[in-house]
């Protein structure tokens, strides 16, 4: 069960690593908003795993924190 786990980890971030490096060789892409985009994803979709799989309900300073998590990379971004 583990070692299942282990591989199905290991292959998609390898796979998440792959297409972040094919995002920088992109002719037109800067690279702090690409990772600005990558980080907001990752805010994301921590955030929907936390609701489907573990049944999390949010707050309104859940939410606040959420939002100023996001605002702060795309200032950071410009």
């Known amino acids: 069960k583990n070692v299942i786990a282990g591989i199905v980890l290991g292959t998609v971030n390898f796979f ?3 297409f ?5 060789q992109f002719p037109g892409a800067k ?6 985009i990558i980080n907001i994803g990752v805010i994301l979709m921590v955030a929907l795993c936390g609701i489907i799989f573990f049944k999390e309900r949010f707050s309104k300073i859940n939410y606040a924190g959420f939002f100023l998590a996001v605002v702060s990379i795309v200032l950071l971004a410009i």
């Open 31 to 36: 690279s702090s908003i690409t990772f600005a």
């Open 20 to 24: 972040v490096i094919k995002a920088l």
């Open 16 to 18: 998440s690593l792959y």
